[in-house]
């Protein structure tokens, strides 16, 4: 099925990714809120893109929709060339688990499995067979070739969290959305784990989408969205930690500044 195009006349990269005309709403009545109002959006395959903006401004949830994890209230969204919206709950999950992968927060591995199994265990609930030469490729990118055998506990916070990354990369998702995933981290471990997406993006070719507050963490991705009460209201390029930190204290919360 053909992705409408979201605005515009120029050619599109491939899109791993789309949001059209997507409203979250949650209440009703007088209590009604909009999470998300009207958001058109295209997701580049193969690049990593960082989702912004202040508290409230639906980041989190324009994230969730995308990633099949949410409802939306009108609109279509789109992954890869499957339409989600309006999936029979079986189907979506064989997609999420099938072409998406997912980085948190907190680091969701098991405590009574080591590493290396924590990185298979989606593979083998699904009963497919481990690609071990992309397995050894991921564990290589990651790091963490010494540290197969060792369960979580045993491994730092930096390391756990590499393990959850491997864990989403492994797979070979066509999407991988991360929801602060260095939020839980020290900074030199936080970047450790943004060099290591960065990597996966430019060696691996994988698509990333991460949530985040942090504009040093936003400066490892290839595009920067700003939310503002439910919309996109602006984007940036090539970020730098500078750049990303002076777009937002610009922020009045509205939408574009001048």
Known sequence: MTIPTAG????????????RTV?????????????????????????????????GSGKSTLMHCLA???????????VG??????????????????????????????????????????????GRKVDRDWFERVVET???????????????????QRVAVARALAARPEIIFGDEPTGNLDSRAGAEVLGFLRRSVDELGQTIVMVTHDPVAASYADRVLYLADGRIVDEMQNPTAESVLERMKSFDGRGRTS
């Open 8 to 19: 515009g006349s120029g050619e599109r990269s491939a899109v791993a990714a789309a949001a």
């Open 68 to 78: 099949g994890l949410d409802t939306v209230t009108e609109g279509r969204i789109w």
């Open 81 to 126: 060339d499957t339409e989600i919206t309006g999936l029979k709950d079986k189907r979506l999950t064989q997609l999420r688990r099938d072409k998406i992968g997912f980085i948190f927060q907190s680091f969701n591995l098991l405590p009574t499995l080591n590493a290396a199994e924590n990185i298979t265990l989606p593979m083998d609930i699904a």
């Open 23 to 55: 409203t979250k709403a949650y209440g009703s009545g007088e209590t009604k809120v909009l999470a998300l109002d009207c958001v058109d959006v295209d997701i580049a395959s193969s690049r990593f893109t960082a989702i912004m903006g202040p508290s």
């Open 142 to 160: 990651v790091g963490i070739g010494g540290r197969l055998k060792h369960r979580p506990t045993q491994l730092s916070g930096g390391q756990q």
